[in-house]
């Protein structure tokens, strides 16, 4: 198992939330692959989007539901800077996972993030689970606690 796939792990069981982790052969990069995937409809699917900040240059994780786009303007006016886009090497060393396994939970530091309203409509959502071919389920409220996300509106 790796260091992601584990940290990820040790997160949802910690907080004591009820959970699926699935490995799956398939990829899960896309909220399309994933939804295939697992059986679930694109929307339940909880996408990790990163952004970089370009006054504090740290990353700004909105969590979205997978058919749906964050709008750049209203997601830099939450964030309250201008947002840019996120190389892989700060994505890594911030929350410590690859592109297309960005988890909500389990960073390796405390990442500002924001949570797609959305997603509160689905009694399960699936989020990555810190490598591109592995996924859990969640309830979306567990995970909007458990990821110290606040509840925006961002997408469209």
Same mark, same amino acid.
């Given at each position: 198992m790796?260091?992601s796939?584990?940290r990820?792990?040790?997160a949802?069981?910690?907080?004591?939330v009820?959970h699926?982790?699935?490995?799956l052969?398939? #990829? @899960?990069r896309t909220?399309?692959e994933?939804a295939?995937a697992v059986?679930?409809? *694109?929307?339940q699917?909880?996408?990790?989007?990163l952004?970089?900040?370009? @006054?504090g240059?740290h *990353?700004?994780?909105?969590? @979205?539901a997978?058919?749906r786009?964050?709008?750049?303007e209203?997601? #830099?006016?939450?964030a309250?800077? %201008?947002?840019g886009?996120?190389?892989?090497?700060?994505?890594?060393?911030e929350?410590?996972?690859?592109i297309?396994?960005v988890?909500?939970v389990g960073?390796?530091?405390p *990442? %500002?993030?924001?949570?797609d309203?959305?997603l509160? #409509?689905f009694?399960? *959502?699936?989020?990555?689970?810190g @490598?591109?071919?592995h996924?859990f389920?969640i309830a979306?409220?567990?995970?909007l606690?458990? #990821?110290?996300a606040?509840?925006?509106?961002?997408s469209?």
């Amino acid at each position: 198992m790796s260091k992601s796939l584990k940290r990820v792990e040790a997160a949802l069981s910690a907080a004591g939330v009820a959970h699926e982790l699935k490995g799956l052969t398939a #990829s @899960t990069r896309t909220a399309a692959e994933a939804a295939a995937a697992v059986g679930c409809e *694109v929307d339940q699917i909880a996408k990790s989007i990163l952004f970089k900040g370009e @006054t504090g240059g740290h *990353v700004v994780l909105f969590v @979205t539901a997978g058919g749906r786009q964050v709008d750049p303007e209203r997601a #830099s006016a939450l964030a309250g800077e %201008r947002l840019g886009k996120a190389d892989a090497d700060l994505i890594r060393a911030e929350t410590g996972f690859v592109i297309g396994g960005v988890s909500p939970v389990g960073h390796l530091k405390p *990442v %500002r993030a924001f949570f797609d309203r959305h997603l509160l #409509s689905f009694p399960l *959502v699936w989020a990555a689970a810190g @490598t591109p071919n592995h996924v859990f389920s969640i309830a979306p409220d567990a995970l909007l606690g458990l #990821s110290g996300a606040t509840l925006a509106d961002f997408s469209g």
